[in-house]
T-cell receptor, first 112, second 114 residues
Framework: AQTVTQSQPEMSVQEAETVTLSCTYD???????LFWYKQPPSRQMILVIR??????QNATENRFSVNFQKAAKSFSLKISDSQLGDAAMYFCAYFPSGTYKYIFGTGTRLKV | DAGITQSPRHKVTETGTPVTLRCHQT?????MYWYRQDPGHGLRLIHYSYGVKDTDKGEVSDGYSVSRSKTEDFLLTLESATSSQTSVYFC?????????????FGPGTRLLVL
C-alpha cells in the first residue's frame, strides 16, 4: 500500500532559525508528485511547495525548500529564517501520476 | 484558492438528522474531492468525482453519499448523522495541465453532531 509517514508530530523552532520537517513515502511508482501543505489556525490548507519526481533539482519557494531523495523515498521540507507566521500544521502529500488519489501524512505541528 | 467555496462553514446538528454540505468551484475543474480531517489521521478521502454524475468512493465512505449534477457543485450528504461524523470537512479540486499536478482546497466546514 502507498503510504506517507511524518514521524515528527511536533517540532519547535526559534524565530530566524532553520527547521527541517521530515516525510517519507512508500511507493513502487516512478512518476509522481510530492507536496507540502501548510494549515494555519484558520484551517485553510495552503500549498507550500511541489516537487515532480522526474526532476532532479529540489524545488524552492522563497524561504521554503525541499530535499528530495528519490531512492530513499524521502521528501523533507526546510524552512529558513523562521517567522511567527510559519507556525502551523504541515502536511506532506503524494500523488502518483495517472491516478486520482492524493495520499496525506498525519501532519507535523510546527511551533515558532 | 482556485475559487472554491464551501457552505455552510459551521454546522451543529443532532444525531439521526440528514446533513448536506456543498462545495462550489468557479474554474470548471473536472475532479472534485471530499475529505474529512480528524486529529491523528490527517486528511482521509470520503468520495471523489471525475465528472458530472461520475463519482466513486474513497477510504472512509460509509455513511456518506455524494452527488454532482453540475460541474461546479459537489454535494456531500450524511444521510443520518452520527457523533463519529463530527469532523472538519474539506472540499478540494485537482488542477493539472502543463503547470503540473496540484490540489487546492476550500476553506473547510466544521460539523458537530450532538
Amino acid at each position: 500500500a502507498q503510504t506517507v509517514t511524518q514521524s515528527q508530530p511536533e517540532m519547535s523552532v526559534q524565530e530566524a532559525e532553520t527547521v527541517t520537517l521530515s516525510c517519507t513515502y512508500d511507493t513502487s511508482e516512478s512518476d509522481y508528485y510530492l507536496f507540502w501543505y501548510k494549515q494555519p489556525p484558520s484551517r485553510q490548507m495552503i500549498l507550500v511547495i511541489r516537487q515532480e519526481a522526474y526532476k532532479q533539482q529540489n524545488a524552492t519557494e522563497n524561504r521554503f525548500s525541499v530535499n528530495f531523495q528519490k531512492a530513499a523515498k524521502s521528501f523533507s521540507l526546510k524552512i529558513s529564517d523562521s517567522q511567527l507566521g510559519d507556525a502551523a500544521m504541515y502536511f506532506c502529500a503524494y500523488f502518483p501520476s495517472g491516478t486520482y488519489k492524493y495520499i496525506f501524512g498525519t501532519g507535523t505541528r510546527l511551533k515558532v | 484558492d482556485a475559487g472554491i467555496t464551501q457552505s455552510p462553514r459551521h454546522k451543529v446538528t443532532e444525531t439521526g438528522t440528514p446533513v448536506t454540505l456543498r462545495c462550489h468551484q468557479t474554474e470548471n475543474h473536472r475532479y472534485m474531492y471530499w475529505y474529512r480531517q480528524d486529529p491523528g489521521h490527517g486528511l482521509r478521502l470520503i468520495h471523489y468525482s471525475y465528472g458530472v454524475k461520475d463519482t466513486d468512493k474513497g477510504e472512509v465512505s460509509d455513511g456518506y453519499s455524494v452527488s454532482r449534477s453540475k460541474t461546479e457543485d459537489f454535494l456531500l450528504t450524511l444521510e443520518s448523522a452520527t457523533s463519529s461524523q463530527t469532523s472538519v470537512y474539506f472540499c478540494a479540486i485537482r488542477a493539472g495541465g502543463p503547470g503540473g499536478e496540484t490540489q487546492y482546497f476550500g476553506p473547510g466546514t466544521r460539523l458537530l453532531v450532538l
